[in-house]
């Protein structure tokens, strides 16, 4: 299996995946379809950010949790299988080709009824939300530049142990060349530096995958 944390020295990323908990067959099949598209498959999250989300998902025992960005479904497929009876994962994309070869392994996994999939712009489906509804759990994997705006939308629907998973922030090693100005890369640095320094929330960045930001509130 070839590493998705390409900003490790050589074979650590393999080394990562290798000493993780496998996916399961059913996810490997998801994972090996996706391959098939080519280039855009790199989208898709590595087996062990995968298994990182599932073991929280099983300890915090979410009832609602916000995906945006779902692309096959396979973040999807991993934290749903841990959530626990009528609980909800809220995934949100804008492409239904993409999300459409993810639906079918959710249905065979038996948790096609915890995922409520909403194909629209996620910034108008988190616009829609319940002033009371209150969110446990959320990946923000989706527009670079939109990020910051998902999370400021999510803010007041989170509560004290609340998690905010936040993905690409090490974007490959990127971050930290100057010379990459590319607009991905600046909102990146940019949304880094706004969590860091924002007293509404705590942030430790975690070397997962392609970099994950995990947020909580701020005490």
């Not at 050589?10 to 993780?20: K, L, R």
Request: aromatic residues 8%; charged residues 25%; proline residues 4%.
């Amino acid at each position: 299996m070839t590493s998705d944390i390409a900003f490790l020295a050589d074979g650590i990323g393999d080394y990562v995946n290798a000493h993780s908990t496998r996916p399961t067959e059913l996810e490997q099949r998801l994972i090996d379809e996706t391959h098939t598209m080519g280039g855009v498959a790199r989208m898709q999250i590595g087996p062990a950010q995968a298994r990182f989300m599932a073991l929280l998902a099983r300890v915090l025992q979410p009832q609602v949790v916000v995906e945006i960005g779902t692309f096959t479904g396979y973040s999807a497929l991993a934290v749903a299988n841990e959530l626990p009876s009528g609980a909800t994962l809220i995934a949100c994309d804008l492409s239904d080709t993409w999300t459409a070869i993810g639906r079918p392994y959710w249905e065979e996994a038996g948790v096609a009824d915890r995922i409520d999939l909403r194909l629209g712009p996620a910034a108008d489906t988190l616009a829609a939300f319940d002033d009371d509804l209150q969110v446990d759990l959320a990946f923000i994997d989706a527009d670079k530049p939109g990020y910051w705006g998902y999370l400021e939308q999510l803010h007041p629907h989170l509560h004290d142990r609340s998690i905010v998973l936040v993905d690409n922030v090490l974007w490959d090693g990127q971050i930290l060349d100057a010379d990459d100005d590319s607009a991905d890369t600046v909102a990146l640095r940019d949304f880094n530096e706004r969590v860091r320094n924002d007293s509404r929330f705590d942030v430790s960045l975690l070397p997962v995958g392609d970099g994950i930001s995990f947020i909580t509130l701020a005490r």
